[in-house]
C-alpha cells in the first residue's frame, strides 16, 4: 500500500465479480481476535485529564448524532430533541452544539424545520432499518424520500444475509445504488458488527462498503446486542486508514449503539488519535451514534467547570 | 502541535514512603552492614538520590546464610506444607493490598513506566506467591516423587529489570518447596526487595525464612561462593552467568542461570499486521527493552518488509516516552548511565557497520538516562547489533525468504531464550515452534507471562525454568 | 448448658434473635415453593431450628441455576476461580467460632473437637482453591503421538453436578464434595446432610456474600430419598455425586436412573471416610472431561 492508485482502476479491478471482490477481501491481512482485543484495552488504560479531558469532552459533543429511532416517536419528542441538539447545556452558553440528529425518515421534515439554519446535519435511516429486510426497490425509495424531505446524511443497512452467504457483489451494488439515491446527502454505510460476528469479516464488510462509495463506515443499528465495541472500531478505523493510504480518499467512521459514558467516548477518541491521527479527530470523520451519552457528558463537562459532581436534576431530560 | 494533547496525568508519590537509609533484612529484623558501607540508589528519570542502602560483605552474607540455614533446620524445614502455603498467601494478600504503593516505588526505582509497573508487573508478583503457596502442601503430586525434599538453603541473586518481579520468582518456588532464602537484589533497584522484607514482617514470616542482603558484585559472588548454600539461583548477564556456573563447579551447590537472550520475532507474509506491529513495539519497547526475552531481530519475509516497516514507523510515532510516574508513558528512563553508555555504544556499531538507524522525532528530558526508541534496517547476521544483546529499546530488523531460511537465521546465535511466530497459519506456527531452538515461544503474541507457565532458555540463555510445575524441580532434592 | 447455638453465651438473660434457615438457589434464600418445612435437632435431640424441606420444583429452580451459571464459571480463568476460592476461605475463617457452634451441636462433639473439624474444612478449602490453576498441569498432556501432529490433552469442567453430601460430616464432609467439584469450573446442586443440615446453610451465607458467581452453589435442604431421584433422573445435570446417600437401595437406584443420560456417577463409599485423610485427586478428576485436540504441524 504504498502508491496511491487512481480511484477508479481500484474499483474496476475489484468490483467485476463476486469472485474478484472475494479474492481481495479475503486477501486483506487477517485480524488477530486476541491482539486487536488487547491494543484495544491497552488503549483504554490511557489517563486523560484537565485540559485533554476538556477538550475531548467539548469534541465527543460535536460528534454526537443525537438520535431517537422509536415506534413511539412523535413530532413532540423530536422538536424536544431538536432544541437539545442547539442548547445542549441550559446553564451553559458556551457548551456546543452537537453535530447532527438522527431520526426516522417519517420525522425529517419536522427535523429539518426545526433545524434549519443551524449547521446541524439531518440524518436519516433508511432502507428498511434496522433489519434491512425489503426488496431493493422499496430501500431506494425509503432513502429518495428521507433525501426529499430534507435529510443531508443517510444511515443506510448492508444486507448481512448476503453478505454472511458470501454474496458480495450483491452488498457491493446494493450500497452503489443506494449512494446514488442520496444525490447530495452524505451516506454512512451500517455494517452491524454484532451480526459480522468475527473480525475478520468487520474488517472485510469496511472493505466492501468503502469501495462502494460510502462516506462513513457505521457499527451498528442499536437494536442489536453488541453494538459499539473498542475492538471493532479500531478495526474500522485501521481499515480507512489503509484505504486512504491506497486510495487518497477519507472516509468517516461512527460507533454507534452502547456508548453512554463520556469515558466510553474519550477512550474511542483516544483509538481515533493513536490509530489514524489528527484528521479524524473530527465531526466530519468521525461521530457517535447515541441518546444517553450526552447527558453524562454535559455532566462531566458540569464537573471539570465547577470542580464538583453533579446530577441529574441539572441535565434535561428529553 | 497535535490536535489531542494529553495532559499529563501523574501517578501521586505520596502513596510510597521511602525512608532515607535502609539496612539488610537478616533474620527478620533489619540491622546495620558490618563495615557500616551504604550505597546510594537513585532515580533514573531524574537522577535524583532515593536512599542510601546497606552494602553487604562476606561478613554480613555469613550472618544470612547462618540465619537461613537456622530456620530451615528448626523451623521452615520441618513445618507442614500447609502452614508454608498459608504464610505464602498472606504475602501474596498484602502484595496485593500494597499493589500500588509498591508499583509506584518500582517506577521511581527502576524507571519504567508505571503503567506497567502497576498493569503487569505487580499483579504477576502476587499471581507468582499466589501459585506457588498452592504448591506448597502438593508437592507430592507435582511429579517429583511421593516425597520430594527441599534442598536447604538458597541464594537468590536477581537483576534490575523487573526487580520485584525477578524476587517473587525466585522467593515463591523456592519457599513453597521448603527452602529458605538468602537474595540479593541488583545495586541500582533494592527498593522494591526491601519493602518486600517488611512485607514478610507483616505477615509474620518465622525469621530467618527470608533474608534480604543488598550491595553490588561483591555481594553476589560472596553469597554465590558461601559454602553453606545448598542451591543458587541467578538471574542476569551471560557473562556473569558463565562465572557463577565455574564457581559452583564441583561443588553440591545445584544451580539455575536465566542470562541474555537475542530472541527473533519472525513476520510471515500472511501475518496479521496490525497485530503483529503491535507484537513487535511490545517485543522490543516493552520496559524499554531491558528484558532477557525481548524480540530485538525482527525477521520479516522480504515480500512484506516495506509495507510492515511503514506501518512500524508510523506506530513507534505514537509512543510515548518520559516520566515515569506519568500514566500516559510508554517509555520510561533507561536504568542506569552504565547502561545507557551500553546501549549507545552499541547503536554507534550499528551505524559504523552500515545498517541504517531511524527514530521517531523525540523529546527526551534533560536530566535522567534516556534513550529514544530505535530501528535498525538494512542489517545483516553478522553485525554486531544482530548478535550481541543491546538490552535497550533498539531494534535489529533482518529479512528472510522461505521458513526454512527463517528458522536457521532465529536459531543461528548462542542464545535460546525466546522467539516470535506471527503467521495466520496453525499448522506452520506449530512446525515452527517445533524448530525454533528457544524455551519460550510466543505465536502471535509477544512477551507474555503467567506464574503456570515455565521459562528459562536454551544454550547460552541458561538452564532450569521457572513458573509452572517445572519451576518447583529446580528447589527440590533429586 | 444446653446445646442451643442460639442463646448469646455471654448474656444468658438475653433473648436470642433466631437465625431462619432457607435454600440457597441462584444465589438468593427462597423458602421451599411447597412452603414445607422441618425440625432439625442437635445430636442430643434437641430442637435447633426448623430447615426448609425441598421439593422437586426446586430441585428444579437449583438445576436451572446451576446451568445458567455454568458458562460464566467454566470460563472464568483458573487464577479468578482461584481467588475466589481463598477469599472464601478467608471468610470463613472470620465465621470460625458459629461454625464451632454448629457443628457442636449438629454433631454432638466437644468443642475441641468441633474446632479442629471447622480448622481442618477450612484448611481442606484452601487446598482446593490451589488445585485451580494446577490440575490441568497435573491431568493434562502433550501427547507424543507418532506423526507430525501436535496433539494436547486438556481437562473440562463437565457441568453440572448433583452432590449428596455426607450425612455426618456436616462441615469438613460438606467441604470435601463440594469444594473440589467448583474449583475445576463445575457448578453444583447440594443436597444437604438430612439430619445435620444447617452448617451448610451458614456455608451457603458465606458463599453468598463471597464473589462467587450466583448459581455456581446451589444448596437444598430435606428429605434425601425424595430429592435424590428427581436429581437423579434430570436430564440437564451432567453426574452425580452419591457419597451421602446412607440407603444402599437408593444408591443403586439412583445409579441407574442416572445412566439415562449417562450421567458420570461417583458412588457412596463402602467404608466409613476419614475425612481427615489426604483427598487424593479422585474427586477432582471423576468431574473432568478430558479433551484431546490434533493439529497437524507443516510449514
Not at chain 1, 433508511?126 to 443531508?152: C, I, M, N, Y
Not at chain 3, 434473635?17 to 434464600?29: A, D, N, P
Request: include cysteine; proline fraction near 6%; charged fraction near 20%.
Amino acid at each position: 500500500m504504498t502508491a496511491t492508485a487512481p480511484l477508479s482502476d481500484t474499483l474496476a479491478d475489484v468490483a467485476a465479480s463476486d469472485a474478484s471482490l472475494r479474492a481481495f477481501l479475503h486477501g486483506l491481512p487477517g485480524v488477530d481476535q486476541v491482539g486487536a482485543d488487547a491494543r484495544a484495552a491497552a488503549l483504554r488504560t490511557r489517563s486523560i485529564k484537565t485540559t485533554a479531558k476538556a477538550f475531548a469532552i467539548d469534541l465527543a459533543i460535536r460528534m454526537v448524532d443525537l438520535t431517537t429511532l422509536e415506534g413511539a416517536d412523535t413530532p413532540g419528542k423530536v422538536r424536544n430533541l431538536c432544541a437539545k441538539a442547539r442548547r445542549p447545556d441550559p446553564t451553559d452558553p458556551t457548551c456546543p452544539p452537537v453535530a447532527a440528529i438522527c431520526v426516522y425518515p417519517s420525522m425529517v421534515a419536522t427535523t429539518a424545520a426545526e433545524l434549519a439554519g443551524t449547521g446541524i446535519h439531518v440524518a436519516s435511516v433508511a432502507t428498511a432499518f434496522p433489519s434491512g429486510q425489503a426488496p431493493l426497490s422499496v430501500k431506494l425509495e425509503d432513502t429518495r424520500a428521507a433525501v426529499a424531505a430534507g435529510a443531508d446524511e443517510i444511515d443506510m443497512v448492508i444486507n448481512r444475509g448476503a453478505f454472511l452467504a458470501g454474496r458480495y457483489r450483491e452488498v457491493y451494488d446494493e450500497i452503489v445504488a443506494v449512494k446514488q439515491a442520496c444525490g447530495d446527502a452524505h451516506l454512512k454505510v451500517i455494517l452491524e458488527t454484532g451480526e459480522l460476528a468475527t473480525y475478520d469479516n468487520v474488517r472485510r464488510a469496511s472493505w466492501l462498503a468503502m469501495l462502494a462509495g460510502a462516506d462513513f463506515i457505521k457499527t451498528s443499528t442499536g437494536k442489536v446486542q453488541p453494538a459499539a465495541t473498542p475492538p471493532v472500531t479500531l478495526i474500522m478505523l485501521e481499515a480507512v486508514r489503509d484505504f486512504f493510504a491506497m486510495t487518497g480518499r477519507r472516509v468517516g467512521v461512527k460507533p454507534a449503539g452502547g456508548i453512554r459514558t463520556s469515558k466510553d467516548a474519550i477512550s474511542y477518541l483516544v483509538i481515533v488519535n493513536e490509530t489514524v491521527g489528527d484528521a479524524w479527530l473530527d465531526p466530519r470523520w468521525f461521530r457517535f451514534g447515541a441518546s444517553t451519552l450526552l447527558n453524562d457528558l454535559l455532566l462531566q463537562r458540569q464537573k471539570l467547570a465547577s470542580g464538583a459532581y453533579s446530577g441529574p436534576d441539572y441535565v434535561t431530560l428529553d | 502541535m497535535a490536535v489531542f494533547d494529553y495532559a499529563p496525568a501523574p501517578e501521586s508519590r505520596s502513596i510510597v514512603d521511602i525512608q532515607p537509609t535502609y539496612g539488610l533484612f537478616i533474620n527478620g529484623e533489619f540491622t546495620d552492614p558490618r563495615s557500616g558501607e551504604c550505597r546510594k540508589t537513585v532515580n533514573p528519570a531524574n537522577e535524583e538520590v532515593l536512599a542510601e542502602v546497606a552494602e553487604a560483605d562476606a561478613s554480613d552474607v555469613d550472618v544470612a546464610v547462618r540465619a537461613a540455614r537456622q530456620a530451615y533446620e528448626t523451623v521452615w524445614g520441618p513445618m507442614r506444607g500447609s502452614d508454608r502455603a498459608k504464610y505464602l498467601f498472606r504475602i501474596a494478600r498484602i502484595i496485593q493490598e500494597r499493589s500500588r504503593e509498591l508499583a509506584v516505588l518500582e517506577s521511581i526505582d527502576n524507571g519504567k513506566p508505571i503503567k506497567e509497573s502497576r498493569d503487569v508487573d505487580l499483579p504477576l508478583v502476587a499471581a507468582h506467591f499466589f501459585y506457588y503457596a498452592g504448591w506448597a502442601d502438593k508437592l507430592a503430586y507435582a511429579g517429583f516423587g511421593p516425597d520430594p525434599k527441599p534442598l536447604g538453603v538458597a541464594g537468590q541473586v536477581i537483576p534490575w529489570n523487573f526487580p520485584l518481579l525477578m524476587l517473587a520468582w525466585k522467593i515463591a518456588p523456592a519457599l513453597a518447596a521448603g527452602n529458605t532464602v538468602v537474595l540479593k537484589p541488583a545495586e541500582t533497584t533494592p527498593l522494591t526487595a526491601l519493602h518486600f522484607a517488611q512485607i514478610c514482617q507483616q505477615a509474620d514470616l518465622p525469621p530467618g525464612v527470608v533474608n534480604i542482603v543488598t550491595g553490588g558484585g561483591a555481594t553476589g559472588a560472596a553469597l554465590v561462593a558461601h559454602p553453606d548454600v545448598d542451591k543458587v539461583a541467578f538471574t542476569g548477564s551471560t557473562e556473569v552467568g558463565r562465572q557463577i556456573a565455574r564457581t559452583v563447579a564441583g561443588t553440591r551447590k545445584r544451580l539455575t542461570l536465566e542470562l541474555g537472550g537475542k530472541a527473533a520475532n519472525i513476520v510471515f507474509d500472511d501475518a496479521p499486521l496490525d497485530q503483529a506491529v503491535e507484537g513487535i513495539v511490545n517485543g522490543i519497547f516493552f520496559n524499554q527493552g531491558h528484558v532477557c526475552c525481548a524480540g530485538s531481530r525482527l525477521l520479516v519475509q522480504e515480500s512484506i518488509a516495506d509495507e510492515l516497516l511503514e506501518r512500524l514507523k508510523r506506530r513507534m510515532a505514537t509512543l510515548r516516552v518520559g516520566d515515569p510516574l506519568d500514566k500516559n508513558t510508554d517509555i520510561g528512563a533507561i536504568n542506569s548511565a552504565a547502561q545507557l553508555e551500553k546501549i549507545r555504544a552499541l547503536s554507534a556499531a550499528g551505524e559504523a557497520e552500515g545498517a541504517q538507524r531511524w527514530s521517531p522525532p523525540c523529546e527526551l528530558p534533560a536530566r535522567g538516562f534516556w534513550f529514544a526508541p530505535t530501528l535498525f534496517t538494512g542489517v545483516s547476521q553478522t553485525h554486531r547489533i544482530a548478535r550481541e544483546e543491546i538490552f535497550g529499546p533498539v531494534l535489529s530488523v533482518l529479512t528472510f525468504r522461505t521458513p526454512a531460511e527463517a528458522v536457521e537465521k532465529a536459531n543461528n546465535t548462542p542464545y535460546g531464550l525466546s522467539a516470535g511466530i506471527w503467521t495466520e497459519k496453525g499448522s506452520r506456527i506449530l512446525a515452527i515452534a517445533d524448530q525454533l531452538r528457544a524455551g519460550v515461544v510466543w505465536a502471535n503474541t509477544f512477551n507474555k507471562f503467567d506464574p503456570t507457565s515455565p521459562f528459562g532458555g536454551y544454550k547460552e540463555s541458561g538452564y532450569g525454568r521457572e513458573g509452572g510445575r517445572h519451576g518447583l524441580e529446580a528447589y527440590l532434592a533429586r | 448448658m444446653r446445646g442451643d447455638v442460639q442463646r448469646a453465651p455471654e448474656n444468658p438473660r438475653r433473648v436470642a434473635v433466631r437465625k431462619t434457615y432457607k435454600l440457597y438457589i441462584g444465589g438468593s434464600f427462597p423458602r421451599s415453593e411447597s412452603g414445607r418445612s422441618y425440625p432439625v435437632t442437635s445430636a442430643a435431640g434437641e430442637f435447633l431450628a426448623n430447615a426448609a424441606w425441598a421439593s422437586r420444583k426446586d430441585v428444579r429452580d437449583a438445576v436451572r441455576a446451576a446451568r445458567a451459571a455454568f458458562p460464566g464459571w467454566s470460563r472464568a480463568t483458573a487464577y479468578n476461580r482461584g481467588q475466589i476460592l481463598y477469599r472464601i476461605a478467608e471468610m470463613l475463617e472470620g465465621r470460625r467460632a458459629q461454625f464451632a457452634d454448629e457443628v457442636r451441636a449438629a454433631e454432638g462433639v466437644k468443642r475441641p473437637v468441633a474446632e479442629q473439624l471447622v480448622d481442618a474444612a477450612i484448611d481442606r478449602w484452601v487446598w482446593y482453591a490451589g488445585w485451580s490453576d494446577k490440575i490441568a498441569q497435573v491431568y493434562g498432556a502433550a501427547n507424543p503421538v507418532a506423526g507430525p501432529y501436535f496433539n494436547l490433552t486438556t481437562p473440562e469442567p463437565t457441568g453440572v453436578v448433583g452432590i449428596v453430601a455426607p450425612a455426618e460430616s456436616a462441615l469438613l464432609g460438606l467441604v470435601s464434595v463440594l469444594a473440589p467439584v467448583i474449583v475445576t469450573g463445575n457448578t453444583a446442586v447440594v443436597l444437604a446432610s438430612e439430619e445435620r443440615p444447617l452448617p451448610a446453610i451458614t456455608l451457603a451465607e458465606v458463599l453468598a456474600t463471597s464473589d462467587l458467581p450466583p448459581g455456581v452453589v446451589n444448596l437444598l435442604t430435606g428429605r434425601v430419598a425424595e430429592t435424590v431421584p428427581w436429581l437423579a433422573s434430570h436430564l440437564d445435570v451432567n453426574a452425580l455425586d452419591l457419597t451421602g446417600v446412607t440407603d444402599a437401595a437408593l444408591a443403586v437406584e439412583a445409579e441407574a436412573t442416572a445412566a439415562t443420560n449417562l450421567k458420570r456417577v461417583l458412588r457412596p463409599p463402602t467404608e466409613p471416610m476419614d475425612w481427615l485423610a489426604d483427598p487424593g485427586l479422585t474427586r477432582l478428576t471423576a468431574f473432568l472431561e478430558a479433551k484431546t485436540v490434533w493439529h497437524p504441524k507443516g510449514t
